[in-house]
């Protein structure tokens, strides 16, 4: 037997006490109210009728019955201790108090079990069994039942019962709702656990398994093989009161109503998240004839994610079982389809800031290199006939201004494609993108290069290499130099990485960037990191990002190091 079998089948506690306790009690109240030890005998009944439910609590069937004895019991012995009760006073039947209380023990255990029904269907037991016993109970010639005092403690001990249980089938319902509802106060283990969950199906997926379209389509090609439908769509949610159509299929494209607010069926299924038939097209280029439609909602939790419309040029094509096989195959399409929705949005936001970025070097750099191209030709075009030595000297030119240009936009896809090797570490990754770059410029590269077998969290190797990128960049467009320096120093979770030229420094005419210097800061920002931009004697820039603190190394080498790091 298991551990959590055993403990499932021993007797609750309280269960135990409140037992305990109240037939105790209840056998005191009896000895007072009628003075005689032979009435003892119902609670002795009491007590061996709730042995069954201590020694099987485990057991449902054989705790129930035992409870229900118990209760039927309790109104037999309620009748006749109110019978003999010699403590009477004006109102009869007041005796029926000695043994009530214990009605609280079969209500408290259903309670504990959260057998809610349980107890209500007990209380009714109870009652009845006080009515038949009271009907049959005679006291000085009347019937028990119609005693005004038997039927008030009665109806006493029954509704205090009551409203215990209903007081507690409440409670046990706010919680449950809260429990729900409230998230846990683990907000970062929370994160943790679903961007790992992300990470894993992003890599064991194919791609199209996380792409909106390709799920649409999947889902309108099994749709079409369940029943007819000559024009077909998914639609989606993209703000502003309107949906934009993921995926269609059909003879031809149709202009599907997208509007919310609008008196159509797609409108009535969003906000109803129930499915609705129409025989009217909803589309606004539908050109008559019999139609019918059916508009499915792709409700993921208590959200609606999207819609599939279904369209035939026949009436009463989508009957209740049609509509009831159609609703079953959607319902697990609209928890993928809210999958591949949200893995794109976070898709695009972590791309935003490199497009971003992207957007403003091409606008900065190859857009007005391509401008100035243009002006060229031109030119040339306008002194094409009259002097050929001036044309040609323009195009040859023109063609250098080309060839630049092509050589800018190898570097910036060569930037865009240069990442941390899980193997190479960061130094590498610095290393080929200087060497690469300085070879494209002209730059003299002098390397330093001092890394750990520790690695740094990528993301942070990601977000040095970029400022790197940045630094040597803005030297090779902007300084004018012919030697580029390049230190990279790694010892986790210290790390500090320089890069310095002899080029005309940051005069108020070098338009490095006003974007670059920011790029950097707020990268270095991102990991904490401190960004430090000062001017090189004789001449020249230096651009160093530092990363928490120069750890004390032993070999003289490593103290030289610190030292310069600091």
């Known amino acids: 037997m298991s551990a959590s079998t055993a403990t499932r089948l021993q007797p609750h506690p309280l269960a135990v006490t409140a037992r305990v306790v109240m037939l105790a009690l209840v056998a005191v109240l009896t000895l007072v109210r009628t003075r005689e030890v032979d009435q003892l005998w119902w609670i002795a009944l009491l007590a061996l009728a709730g042995v069954p439910a201590l020694l099987a609590p485990g057991d449902r069937r054989l705790g129930l019955l035992s409870r229900a004895a118990e209760v039927v019991v309790l109104g037999l012995a309620a009748s006749q201790v109110a019978a003999a009760d010699t403590v009477n006073g004006p109102i009869g039947g007041l005796g029926a108090s000695a043994v009530l209380p214990y009605l609280a023990v079969p209500v408290t255990v259903t309670a504990l079990r959260r057998q809610f029904r349980e107890g209500a269907a007990l209380l ?12 049959l109970t005679e006291v000085g010639g009347e019937r028990q039942l119609g005693q005004l005092g038997y039927l008030v403690v009665c109806a006493q001990w029954l509704i205090l019962a009551g409203l215990g249980l209903y007081a507690a089938s409440t409670l046990h ?15 970062y283990a929370e994160a943790t656990r679903l961007l790992t ?11 199209a398994t996380l792409d909106p379209g390709g799920i649409s389509e999947h889902l309108l090609e099994e749709l079409r093989t369940m029943t007819r439908a000559d024009r077909a769509a998914v639609l989606s949610a993209s703000g502003g009161g309107r949906l934009v159509v993921l995926a269609q299929v059909g003879v031809e494209r149709v202009d599907w109503e997208t509007t919310l607010d609008a008196d159509s069926a797609i409108a009535d299924a969003w906000a109803s998240q129930q499915p609705q038939t129409a025989n009217r097209s909803q589309s606004r280029s539908h050109r008559g004839g019999d139609v019918s439609a059916l508009i499915v909602p792709l409700v993921a939790g208590v959200r609606t994610v999207g819609l599939v419309a279904l369209e035939a040029d026949v009436a009463q094509a989508y009957p209740a079982p049609v509509v009831d096989r159609v609703t079953a195959l959607t319902r697990p399409a609209a928890l993928r389809l809210e999958a591949a929705l949200l ?3 976070v898709r695009s936001l972590a791309t935003n800031e490199e497009r971003q970025r992207l957007a403003r070097e091409i606008h900065d750099g ?6 100035m191209v243009g002006y060229g030709i031109d030119n040339a075009l306008a002194t094409v006939h009259d002097d050929a030595e001036e044309t ?4 040859r030119t023109l063609r250098g201004e080309v060839t630049r240009v092509i050589q800018e936009l190898r570097l910036s896809l060569f930037e865009l494609r240069s990442e941390v090797d899980r193997h190479g570490g960061l130094a590498a990754a610095i290393a080929e993108y200087a060497r690469t770059v300085g070879a494209s410029g002209g730059l003299r590269v002098h390397l330093s290069l001092d890394e750990s077998t520790a690695r740094l969290p990528a993301a942070t190797e990601a977000e040095l290499l970029r400022i790197a990128q940045e630094a040597v960049t803005n030297a090779r467009k902007h300084a004018g130099a012919t030697n580029l320096w390049v230190t990279c120093e790694v010892d986790p979770p210290y790390a500090q990485i320089e890069v310095s030229d002899d080029g005309q420094g940051m005069a108020d005419q070098r338009p490095d960037g006003r974007y670059g210097l920011a790029i950097m800061a707020e990268r270095a920002e991102r990991i904490r990191g401190r960004l430090e931009i000062r001017p090189r004697q004789p001449s020249g820039t230096t651009v160093a990002v530092v990363l928490g603190t120069s750890p004390r190394r032993d070999n003289v080498r490593g103290s030289a190091t610190a030292g310069e790091g600091e």
């Open 124 to 135: 009714g037991v109870t009652a009845a069994t006080l009515v038949v016993s009271g009907a």
């Open 173 to 187: 319902r706010v919680m449950a709702v809260r429990t729900q509802v409230k998230p846990q106060p683990q907000p």
């Open 343 to 345: 893995f794109d949005e």
């Open 197 to 207: 969950q992300l990470r894993s199906v992003a890599r064991q997926l194919p791609g």
């Open 392 to 395: 040609a000297e323009s195009l």
């Open 366 to 371: 190859v857009a007005q290199e391509l401008v």
